[in-house]
């Protein structure tokens, strides 16, 4: 392996320069090559200061995460007893943070004595992501050097700041000049120090004053958060370790970090979000298939269907700086479609969130027709059309003599065969599925469905596509609802029964939101609307026919007019936006119960969960059996960012990890025994449950 530090020492100055892409990670060859060139640059009578940077684009990304729960973590030197050593080092140290300095790498710079920064320089420590803290000294020195609510800020959120931010608060000492060249302005920058003498400075030297934070300040900061960080244990223990950094010596505080960082390392919110973060690494690497790949150029797009999900993509693709057009059938669908996108911007424009030329730039990237030829000339194209697979065929049919060649054919349908879509054209290898998610502007999760017949540079371009759309794209191989929306089935189906059996939806909701859910399962049906579940429903009778109860008060609100939000009553009433419970729903329920002959009980919070939670996980395990996801870390990215499991379990499959294989299998078993028919029609555990409860072993490998 080459040296992952360069060094050379230069009239006075010695430069100790990382040089390991792509971003100079701290893992222990890093570690041990600066402590070799700071101990040789103390050593040399010729050098009076250090300058510590980067021959990458970025300072530095942090701490190695592939050592996490590895022994190369703590080998010698670790970072926690290195960056002290930097920090006590006789002669001054000075980082020059070129670009990025995150976690680590940020940490890195506030242990040395002066810091100058590149304009376009991004600092941060987002250990909170992964379910930590700063654990080489950052929850001390940055309150030192910043202030409390600085660095509380910074901590507890985990996003980045800008040089110019940096050196308000005083976490910079000088930031070059928009022109400057960086090497030579930090290079003067260290002459300068060097000629004036300056001294060294550290941290143990700072004292945060008590009197400085007002009484409360660190409870009303806590409570200000509480909401956004339920069930995360890292900002908590972000905020303990900088209250030990008021009025406390430097060394204990460090103590009561290094004390929180380890305990953290040691919760499954860590591992579960550890394990996501791994998971959206590795989810375009597909089995069997060249990453080196050509990938298609995608630069123009059309999109047919300007409706709830052709607006949103349009949008998508137009905020990624991609020109669209977008197809509609008549003028007026069409003016609809388009109405929906200004209304969209002017929105973001008046909150603030957006300017009204990047709101006219962005718009102008979209244009719509009603002329299908527009289509001959685009690299891709998206259909999001009506969910019916005989207008999908037939529009299919027609691209295929309108699409260039080489173009890559997408639909966006949510239930329907891929292979029959792609079976309409003569080219099935340029056909993909591209499944957002809605809004499609907003949700982060993009389903790429591979076909029978789609090629690996279709597939390869779509999983780049989704990058570029600062997506988290996922593949899944084609059947009913692919990945996600088929274990939204039997989630979903035991919700309902849980009605019939005697549960409340008020009381079904609450169980999963306190699980972590963000939105409870009947609330979720009202948004996207009754009438779409039922539509799902139909003409898949022979799946179901052996449970007369299955879709029962989804079919019977349907029936009623009650289709959510959109007709101010389903599962719930609404006023607005407010929801209230319906007694009436209630008693349909009791209705069709009695009618079924299912006795109605007193229902627990723990049962919910687990009917809810065991069978979609005993789904994704089926999903995995058939090779539909390649890994359990898809299906978890595809839960986390598409349908609101909570983050911190890390996935369906990571919680079923976590919980163990055997409770999921014992849990299946039970309500397979009690539930009596309805039992052993739906809780047959997967074969691949099973054995992974015999053998102890894991979904994620
Ligand atoms: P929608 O009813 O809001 O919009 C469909 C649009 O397609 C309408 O504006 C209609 O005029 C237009 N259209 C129909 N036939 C056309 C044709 N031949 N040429 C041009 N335009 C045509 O539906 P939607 O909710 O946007 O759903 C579109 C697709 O996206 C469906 O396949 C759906 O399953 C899928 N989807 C929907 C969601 C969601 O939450 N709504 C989420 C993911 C995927």
């Given at each position: 392996m080459s040296d992952p530090i360069q060094y050379r020492v230069e009239d006075g100055l010695a430069f100790l320069t990382m040089d390991a892409p792509?971003?100079?990670?701290?893992?222990q060859a890093m570690r041990a090559a600066l402590l070799d060139g700071l101990q040789q640059a103390e050593a040399d009578?010729?050098?009076d200061a250090i300058v510590l940077g980067s021959s990458?684009?970025?300072f530095c990304g942090g701490?190695?995460?592939?050592?996490?729960?590895?022994?190369r973590f703590l080998a010698e030197p670790d970072l926690f007893g290195l960056l002290n050593t930097i920090e006590a080092a006789s002669k001054p140290v000075i980082a020059a943070i070129n670009g990025f300095a995150l976690g680590g790498g940020l940490e890195l710079a506030l242990a040395c004595d002066y810091r100058f920064a590149a304009p376009t320089a991004r600092l941060g420590l987002p250990e909170v992501n992964l379910g930590?803290?700063?654990?080489?000294g950052g929850t001390q020195r940055l309150p030192r050097l910043a202030s409390v609510p600085k660095a509380l800020d910074m901590i507890t959120s985990g996003k980045p700041i800008d040089a110019a931010d940096a050196l308000a608060h005083g976490i910079v000492d000088a930031v070059a000049g928009p022109d400057e060249d960086f090497a030579a302005a930090v290079t003067a920058y260290a002459r300068t120090l060097s000629s004036e003498d300056a001294p060294v400075r550290s941290c143990n030297d700072i004292d945060i004053d008590p009197a400085t934070v007002p009484d409360g300040f660190f409870d009303d900061f806590r409570a200000g958060i509480a909401r956004k960080t339920q069930g995360y244990p890292a900002p908590e223990a972000a905020i303990q370790a900088i209250e030990a950094?008021?009025?406390?010596?430097f060394a204990e505080g460090l103590a009561r970090e290094q004390a929180l960082f380890f305990e953290l390392g040691e919760t499954p919110q860590a591992r579960a979000l550890q394990h996501l973060f791994f998971a959206e690494r590795g989810?375009?690497?597909?089995?069997?298939?060249?990453?080196?790949t050509a990938r298609r150029d995608i630069n123009t797009v059309g999109i047919v269907g300007a409706g709830t999900m052709g607006a949103g993509i349009a949008m998508c693709f137009a905020n990624a700086g991609i020109p669209v057009t977008l197809v509609e059938i008549s003028d007026q669908a069409l003016e609809r479609g388009l109405g929906r996108i200004r209304a969209d911007y002017d929105g973001r424009v008046e909150r603030g969130r957006l300017d009204a030329d990047q709101r006219d730039r962005t718009v102008a990237l979209i244009e719509g027709t009603?002329?299908?030829?527009?289509?001959?000339?685009?690299d891709l194209v998206i259909e999001a059309v009506f969910e019916d697979l005989a207008i999908k065929i037939e529009l299919f049919e027609k691209l295929d003599g309108v699409a260039r060649t080489g173009a890559i054919l997408a639909t966006n349908t949510s239930y329907q065969d891929v292979d029959r879509i792609a079976a309409a054209?003569?080219?099935?290898?340029d056909v993909v599925g591209l499944h957002f998610f809605s809004p499609a502007n907003i949700m982060r999760l993009l389903e790429v469905v591979r076909g029978a017949h789609t090629a690996d540079d279709v597939l390869l371009t779509a999983l780049d596509l989704g990058i570029r759309l600062k997506k988290v794209p996922v593949v899944s191989g084609v059947?009913?609802?692919?990945i996600g929306n088929r274990m939204l089935e039997p989630y979903s189906r035991e919700a309902a029964r849980l009605l019939l059996e005697g549960a409340t939806p008020a009381q079904v909701d609450a169980a999963l939101t306190s699980f972590?859910?963000?939105?409870?399962i009947f609330a979720v049906m009202d948004l996207a609307g009754i009438d779409v579940f039922w539509m799902a429903r139909q003409g898949r009778q022979d799946t179901f026919?052996?449970?007369?109860?299955?879709g029962a008060i989804g079919d019977a609100l349907y029936e009623l007019g009650r289709y959510g939000q959109k007709t101010g009553r389903g599962f719930y009433r609404y006023e607005g936006r407010d929801r209230s419970e319906d007694p009436e729903v209630v008693e349909l329920a009791a209705k069709i119960a009695g009618k079924l002959g299912i006795e109605q009980r007193e229902i627990s919070e723990q049962e919910i969960i687990e009917r809810c939670v065991y069978p979609l996980i005993d789904e994704g395990a089926r999903i995995l059996e058939e090779g539909?996801?390649?890994?359990s870390g898809d299906i978890d990215l595809v839960w986390v960012n598409?349908?609101?499991?909570p983050a911190w379990r890390g996935g369906p499959m990571q919680y079923a990890d976590e919980i163990g294989a055997r409770t999921v299998l014992d849990g299946m078993r039970k309500y397979r025994d009690s539930l009596g028919d309805y039992g052993q029609r739906w809780?047959?555990?997967?074969a691949l449950l099973q054995e992974l409860a015999t053998d102890g072993g894991r979904f994620s490998r």
């Amino acid at each position: 392996m080459s040296d992952p530090i360069q060094y050379r020492v230069e009239d006075g100055l010695a430069f100790l320069t990382m040089d390991a892409p792509p971003v100079n990670s701290l893992g222990q060859a890093m570690r041990a090559a600066l402590l070799d060139g700071l101990q040789q640059a103390e050593a040399d009578d010729n050098v009076d200061a250090i300058v510590l940077g980067s021959s990458q684009r970025v300072f530095c990304g942090g701490a190695d995460i592939s050592e996490f729960g590895s022994p190369r973590f703590l080998a010698e030197p670790d970072l926690f007893g290195l960056l002290n050593t930097i920090e006590a080092a006789s002669k001054p140290v000075i980082a020059a943070i070129n670009g990025f300095a995150l976690g680590g790498g940020l940490e890195l710079a506030l242990a040395c004595d002066y810091r100058f920064a590149a304009p376009t320089a991004r600092l941060g420590l987002p250990e909170v992501n992964l379910g930590l803290i700063p654990g080489a000294g950052g929850t001390q020195r940055l309150p030192r050097l910043a202030s409390v609510p600085k660095a509380l800020d910074m901590i507890t959120s985990g996003k980045p700041i800008d040089a110019a931010d940096a050196l308000a608060h005083g976490i910079v000492d000088a930031v070059a000049g928009p022109d400057e060249d960086f090497a030579a302005a930090v290079t003067a920058y260290a002459r300068t120090l060097s000629s004036e003498d300056a001294p060294v400075r550290s941290c143990n030297d700072i004292d945060i004053d008590p009197a400085t934070v007002p009484d409360g300040f660190f409870d009303d900061f806590r409570a200000g958060i509480a909401r956004k960080t339920q069930g995360y244990p890292a900002p908590e223990a972000a905020i303990q370790a900088i209250e030990a950094a008021v009025g406390q010596p430097f060394a204990e505080g460090l103590a009561r970090e290094q004390a929180l960082f380890f305990e953290l390392g040691e919760t499954p919110q860590a591992r579960a979000l550890q394990h996501l973060f791994f998971a959206e690494r590795g989810s375009r690497k597909i089995p069997g298939l060249d990453p080196k790949t050509a990938r298609r150029d995608i630069n123009t797009v059309g999109i047919v269907g300007a409706g709830t999900m052709g607006a949103g993509i349009a949008m998508c693709f137009a905020n990624a700086g991609i020109p669209v057009t977008l197809v509609e059938i008549s003028d007026q669908a069409l003016e609809r479609g388009l109405g929906r996108i200004r209304a969209d911007y002017d929105g973001r424009v008046e909150r603030g969130r957006l300017d009204a030329d990047q709101r006219d730039r962005t718009v102008a990237l979209i244009e719509g027709t009603t002329d299908f030829q527009a289509l001959s000339h685009v690299d891709l194209v998206i259909e999001a059309v009506f969910e019916d697979l005989a207008i999908k065929i037939e529009l299919f049919e027609k691209l295929d003599g309108v699409a260039r060649t080489g173009a890559i054919l997408a639909t966006n349908t949510s239930y329907q065969d891929v292979d029959r879509i792609a079976a309409a054209t003569n080219r099935p290898r340029d056909v993909v599925g591209l499944h957002f998610f809605s809004p499609a502007n907003i949700m982060r999760l993009l389903e790429v469905v591979r076909g029978a017949h789609t090629a690996d540079d279709v597939l390869l371009t779509a999983l780049d596509l989704g990058i570029r759309l600062k997506k988290v794209p996922v593949v899944s191989g084609v059947c009913h609802g692919f990945i996600g929306n088929r274990m939204l089935e039997p989630y979903s189906r035991e919700a309902a029964r849980l009605l019939l059996e005697g549960a409340t939806p008020a009381q079904v909701d609450a169980a999963l939101t306190s699980f972590g859910f963000a939105m409870g399962i009947f609330a979720v049906m009202d948004l996207a609307g009754i009438d779409v579940f039922w539509m799902a429903r139909q003409g898949r009778q022979d799946t179901f026919a052996d449970d007369p109860g299955y879709g029962a008060i989804g079919d019977a609100l349907y029936e009623l007019g009650r289709y959510g939000q959109k007709t101010g009553r389903g599962f719930y009433r609404y006023e607005g936006r407010d929801r209230s419970e319906d007694p009436e729903v209630v008693e349909l329920a009791a209705k069709i119960a009695g009618k079924l002959g299912i006795e109605q009980r007193e229902i627990s919070e723990q049962e919910i969960i687990e009917r809810c939670v065991y069978p979609l996980i005993d789904e994704g395990a089926r999903i995995l059996e058939e090779g539909i996801a390649y890994r359990s870390g898809d299906i978890d990215l595809v839960w986390v960012n598409g349908y609101g499991f909570p983050a911190w379990r890390g996935g369906p499959m990571q919680y079923a990890d976590e919980i163990g294989a055997r409770t999921v299998l014992d849990g299946m078993r039970k309500y397979r025994d009690s539930l009596g028919d309805y039992g052993q029609r739906w809780f047959q555990p997967s074969a691949l449950l099973q054995e992974l409860a015999t053998d102890g072993g894991r979904f994620s490998r």
